[in-house]
């Protein structure tokens, strides 16, 4: 709702129609204001940084301690979880309803 109520503030103040640019991604301005490259370079080496992240941080999870080594930054102390998922009988705290 917040986000809305700002799409509309900002298309009345500035007089431009965003929420078509936010569909198609498109948006028309002068040629001075556009982006000069797509930056694929950057997207490629973001992309990477992040699915190494994620490698790491599965690679460094201790299930019997319930800890995470996370690169630069050390050990984490997970909450630890309720053993029993998905064991029968679990309603989840859920009343039958057969009705």
């Known amino acids: 709702?917040?986000?809305?109520?700002?799409?509309?503030?900002?298309?009345?103040h500035h007089r431009e129609p965003i929420a078509l640019s936010m569909i198609t991604g498109r948006k028309e301005a002068p040629a001075n204001e556009g982006i000069g490259s797509s930056g694929i370079g950057s997207?490629?080496?973001?992309?990477?940084?992040?699915?190494?992240?994620?490698?790491?941080?599965?690679?460094?999870?201790?299930?019997?301690?319930?800890t995470v080594h996370v690169p630069l930054a050390g050990s984490l102390q997970l909450p630890a979880g309720d053993s029993d998922h998905g064991s029968a009988g679990d309603d989840h705290g859920y009343e039958d309803d057969d009705d």
Request: aromatic share 6%; with cysteine.
């Open 43 to 66: 997207g490629i080496a973001t992309l990477t940084a992040v699915i190494l992240l994620i490698g790491a941080l599965f690679r460094g999870y201790d299930p019997r301690s319930h």
């Open 1 to 12: 709702c917040i986000h809305l109520g700002g799409l509309l503030l900002h298309t009345i």
